[in-house]
């Protein structure tokens, strides 16, 4: 019965209206581009000339989602009346009587939405059939992919399943994982492809089972960039084609530097400015280790502050940048008085090492003071 490749869109984990508290004014951006990813999902599939866009749970963040957020995702959607869009339920959004889903459903969505709330075959065409397994809890300790091995579809068709859970913590049939998922169903289940959605991160599992990881990350170590997964089957070939699609507007990226002198810095920068450009959408979390004089840490200090005004956001680890004054740098402050004796105080503190490591950072600080204090330039 199948004729000619089948091509797909897998995303999962939208999480629309994530409350990001943690960025404070930053927030309603990252919210914001979540809907946007949506939009970007949309212009893939047509760009791509394809027809249904799998959603793998986690659409919302949460049951209990206000109105407008509620409906965001929704008129997002409707801008793209040739495009099926397939909704899962996840653990932030299982389908619970009276719950976000049937909310949803009551106040009407478009025709090219469809909401699978219930495990039944739906067919995608002719060719392709879709095997959906929604979560009704939260955490389930049951394997749900399991009911995609009794679902009958016709002779010949594309099976492809759709769920959210973990394969990494399947425990088998007397296990107690959450949301557990057989990392074999695709083989048990003749699919041709199993759409997984729960870890934010694009992740092959086998040849025919993938996770798309979220299309805007929200943490790091995640992705730095969000993406989705565009799908071609052929039955002429042994496994389904997969290419990434990059939907996110954030760069989210790690870093470590051991930093001696500012030059590291600097060119830590030029990269991020060519890797990572606009800076301006870039979340950044920074490491900062080594040793440095009392004039270099004033001058990463500075840095820091500029640079905090070029990211998105920065989160910044800076504990394990420890300062040693030079010699020359205690007599600028001055070469034989109380506010010297005071600095070698100081120095001999940040040198002991039967001080806590906290008394110790408090003395390089307060000698930063100093140092900043007693060298600026008057104003004039």
Known sequence: ???????????????????????????????????EAIESLGRVAVDEQVGHILVAGDIFDSETPARETLYAPIERMRSFPAIAWHLLPGNHDPHRPGGVWDRLRGAG??????????ARPHALGAACWLLPCPLTN????????????GMCTPDGVFRIGLAHGNVGQFAGPDGDASNPIDPTRAERAGLAYLALGDWHRTQR????????????????????????????????????????????????????????ELERLVDFETTLRREADPLSRLILKLDLSGTVSLAVRNQVAQWIERFCAAVCHLDLDDLGLRVRPEQSELESMDFDGVLRNVAERLKGRINDPALLSDDRRAAEDALMILYMETTALPVS
């Open 1 to 35: 019965m199948t004729s000619g490749p089948i091509r797909l869109i897998h995303t999962a984990d939208w999480q629309i209206g994530k409350p990001f508290l943690r960025f404070g004014d930053k927030a309603d951006r990252l919210r914001a581009a979540r809907l």
């Open 138 to 149: 939260k955490s389930e300790t049951r394997d749900l992919t399991l009911a995609m091995e």
């Open 205 to 260: 599992i086998t040849d025919r089972v993938w996770y798309a990881g979220t299309p805007e990350p929200d943490r790091h170590g995640s992705q730095t960039r969000g993406s989705a997964l565009l799908i071609t089957i052929d039955g002429r070939s042994p496994g389904p084609k997969v290419e990434a699609r990059n939907v996110g507007t954030f760069h989210w990226h790690t870093a470590e530097i051991v930093c001696n």
């Open 109 to 118: 969505t478009p025709e090219n939405i469809v909401v699978h709330v219930s």
